[in-house]
Nanobody
Framework: QVQLVESGGALGQPGGSLRLSCAASGNIRTVHAMGWYRQAPGKQRELVAILTGGGSTNYIDSVKGRFTISRDNAKNTVYLQMNSLKPEDTGVYYC??????????????WGQGTQVTVSS
């Protein structure tokens, strides 16, 4: 059983900052990748940022230079530091983890989502 617990969603000001956290718990053997997706009202869910087990990162173009994804390996926690927020960053942010568990194979897991609203 795997749980992804997200926190940090809030109302942010344009130009301001927020930090999201996602802690993974369970019988985790290998973290292949962890990342953040978002879904704006009326739009499809999109990948915002991903961090592989080897340390590679990838970002959607609209957040490059503003968002930074990082991970605390000891805590199986991934963070998304969001700076210079824009109203178009508004949406529900979902944590995603690609994991292998002891006693089972590869799985793709999702958090419950956390709301980020950017508005003055």
């Amino acid at each position: 059983q795997v749980q992804l617990v997200e926190s940090g969603g809030a109302l942010g000001q344009p130009g301001g900052s927020l930090r999201l956290s996602c802690a993974a718990s369970g019988n985790i053997r290998t973290v292949h990748a962890m990342g953040w997706y978002r879904q704006a009202p009326g739009k499809q869910r999109e990948l915002v940022a991903i961090l592989t087990g080897g340390g590679s990162t990838n970002y959607i173009d609209s957040v490059k230079g503003r968002f930074t994804i990082s991970r605390d390996n000891a805590k199986n926690t991934v963070y998304l530091q969001m700076n210079s927020l824009k109203p178009e960053d508004t949406g529900v942010y979902y944590c995603n983890a690609q994991l292998s568990l002891y006693g089972s194979g590869y799985g793709n897991y999702w958090g419950q989502g956390t709301q980020v609203t950017v508005s003055s």
